[in-house]
């Protein structure tokens, strides 16, 4: 009985070194969103504009859907093709959200650029809640029709969209490395 403790001693525990921050922000929204651009590709209107809450700072971005047949996206400026999180240890995207209360979702599309081919990892966050929650979605759970895995080397930009009438504010959208034994 006496060799349990130590036997639980023994194993790793998940962490990350010192050195190695866990989130890395892609967009804090501090400096505004007029580089974003809405996109209702089946009619209705979609509109980016600036939060009138944030969740951390003073910028967030408030995301319009009205009268969307099938889908409006929430498109994001490009990201720079030298980024130097491009060959990072990160494998999850996360974000704040405040949603309208409605028993919907909003849809996270990934864009990538590989070769001749243009694969989107998709996942979804419910809309139910009007307070501030945290959503982190690992890469490996998005979705793609090409069967292939996300790779953030050519991860190009990302898009939020739905379909309806709902609004949603959206804050913080950082990579997140994994933790793991050290």
Partial sequence: MRTLPLLLLCLPIPCLAADEPVMLTLFDFESGVSEWRANPW????????????????????RARYEQIPQG??????????DAPWREGDYDAICFWLKGDGTQSYLHLYLASEVGDLAPTHAGQVPLSSTQWRRF???FDTLWNREGRPFELKHFQRLYFGTSGTHEALIDQVQLQ????AV
């Fill in 136 to 138: 982190c979605l690992r």
């Fill in 72 to 81: 409006c996206n929430m498109i994001s400026p490009y990201f720079a093709a």
């Fill in 42 to 61: 089946s009619g209705g209107k979609g509109f980016v504009e600036p939060a009138p809450e944030a969740k951390f700072g003073k910028g967030a971005l």
């Fill in 177 to 180: 490395r994994p933790l793991r």
